[in-house]
């Protein structure tokens, strides 16, 4: 029973990370970081500039190779260490892996000479070879959950921020990962732009989208997360509930999200 | 020699100015972009070989490029090629331009965000499409302006054929010149050149106009 108990559990594991490092030029990044992801968590990493945060996305998006340490996604091992070094695994491997995820940059980068729904429809049909009707369904009706569905032939430039951020995510969303990252999504709008986008992540985790989401935001990252990471000087210093990192003992914790309440 | 008849052979030589023209840019900007990605390659030999080719073709007359071209297989194997003439022009142009153009290709590729690999990289595209699909149409809007001024720059520098004493408009109007002791064939072929380029920028405007639908 216990024995079922454990393989179910895993099973529900979308990633895994071990021991990941990570430095540039002798710096280390992130010291020894290990995280796993159950499906439908929302998980928030919190903490000061510099600390590693979009690092870790990075390198758990494999935008970044990493030093050492264990990645995996779904039980399938993306890269593990092997005398001392890290190793990756083969190509076609890597590209299975790589529909697990998905990821929102903090710039957008949005395909600026594509219209919304090409940015949106493109990969589907180029890279996953689903028939262009399909995909064209599927981005009309990701475009209406994000209140976007007159915006499908306006071209990026005539977006406002928080309307090409909403794109990015409905762009991600079209290749349907099973866990979507969120590089500071909210960290390039401005004020009063936050608020559309911050919106549409919690309509996605109503749904119970997995993701995870370096953020700013704290007020956000309380209501939303179901645990909310610190991490400071490459390490994960304090884990939780939400309740429990904003009632954290930890100086430095109480310190980080104190100068945000002020 | 009657106005007519000097019409109808600088006429003449404008069809060759105009293959020559044409036929450097069919050739040279492909392998321009081969030789910029040489120059931006992560080997060092390929990367320096580029770079020499580049500083050549750009840090000598193209007059001595089109002679060395063409008299290169007689000179150093012995070979007398007949009708090598046109393709040893269009070899010296294209291998001439191409260098030019793989630095405006460098400079539009080198200025493109990271940002646009690193999404495409996460969507799945490979490297291939990410090129060819996001990156380099973006280039090219960017670095039109630099190639018309190239292609503007091409259409005088046919011209430079009449050392191989290819029969093409200068090389006619200059003949004509010194048979009639006259002006007037010089100023008629800089009339054409003149009106050859306002179409080209005519059309080079054209083809940034349909690239002006985004930002």
């Not at chain 1, 870790?56 to 935008?63: I, K, N, V």
């Not at chain 2, 018309?148 to 003949?175: H, R």
Request: glycine letters at 8%; hydrophobic letters at 45%; aromatic letters at 10%.
């Amino acid at each position: 029973m216990g024995m079922r108990g454990n393989m179910e559990r895993d099973s529900n594991i979308l990633l895994e990370i071990n021991h990941m490092r990570k430095g540039f030029d002798g710096l280390h990044v992130l010291k020894d970081i290990s995280l796993s992801v159950r499906e439908g968590e929302v998980i928030s990493i919190i903490g000061p500039s510099g600390s590693g945060k979009s690092t870790l996305l990075r390198c758990a998006t494999m935008l970044e190779t990493m030093d050492g340490g264990e990645l995996s996604y779904l039980g399938e091992k993306a890269a593990w260490e092997e005398d001392g070094r890290c190793v990756y695994a083969p190509k076609s491997k890597l590209k299975e892996i790589h529909k697990h995820f998905g990821l929102v940059f903090q710039n957008f980068n949005l395909f600026p000479h594509y219209s919304v729904l090409k940015n949106i429809i493109d990969a589907p049909v180029s890279v996953d070879k689903i028939p262009k009707k399909e995909a064209t369904e599927r981005a009309e009706k990701l475009l209406l959950q994000l209140g976007l569905a007159d915006k499908a032939d306006a071209y990026p430039y005539q977006l406002s921020g928080g309307q090409q951020q909403r794109v990015s995510i409905a762009r991600a969303l079209a290749l349907q990962p099973k866990i979507l990252f969120f590089d500071e999504p909210t960290s390039a709008l401005d004020p009063e732009l936050t608020g559309e986008v911050l919106k549409v992540i919690k309509q996605l985790a109503s749904e119970h989208m997995t993701m995870i989401i370096v953020t700013h935001e704290m007020q956000f990252a309380r209501e939303l997360s179901d645990r909310i990471i610190f991490m400071e000087q490459g390490l994960i210093q304090a884990e939780g509930s939400p309740e429990e990192i904003f009632a954290s003992d930890n100086e430095r914790v109480r310190e980080f999200i104190g100068k945000f309440q002020s | 020699m009657s106005v007519a008849t000097m019409l109808m052979q600088l006429g003449k030589g404008m069809i060759s100015t105009a293959e020559i023209f044409f036929l450097t840019l069919l050739f040279s900007l492909p392998l321009g972009l081969l030789v910029s990605f040489g120059r931006m390659s992560k080997n060092g030999l390929v990367r320096g070989i580029s770079k020499f080719y580049i500083s050549i073709m750009r840090g000598t007359p193209l007059m001595l490029q089109l002679l060395v071209v063409y008299f290169a297989p007689y000179y150093l194997f012995g070979l007398n090629l007949r009708g090598y003439r046109f393709p040893a022009i269009i070899l010296a142009f294209s291998i001439n331009y191409a260098a030019y153009f793989a630095e405006i290709y460098r400079g539009g590729i080198e200025s493109m965000a990271v940002g646009q690999y690193e999404a495409a990289k996460v969507l799945g595209y490979n490297k291939v499409q990410t090129f060819f699909k996001i990156i380099l149409p973006q280039v090219i809007k960017r670095i039109l302006p630099s190639i018309t001024n190239e292609t503007i720059t091409l259409v005088k520098d046919t011209s430079l054929a009449f050392v191989l004493a290819q029969a093409e408009m200068f090389t006619m109007a200059k003949q004509i010149a010194a048979k009639d002791t006259s002006m007037m064939p010089l100023m008629v072929a800089g009339l054409f050149y003149y009106v050859f380029n306002l179409l080209v920028a005519f059309v080079m405007e054209r083809i940034e106009k349909s690239m002006s639908y985004y930002r």
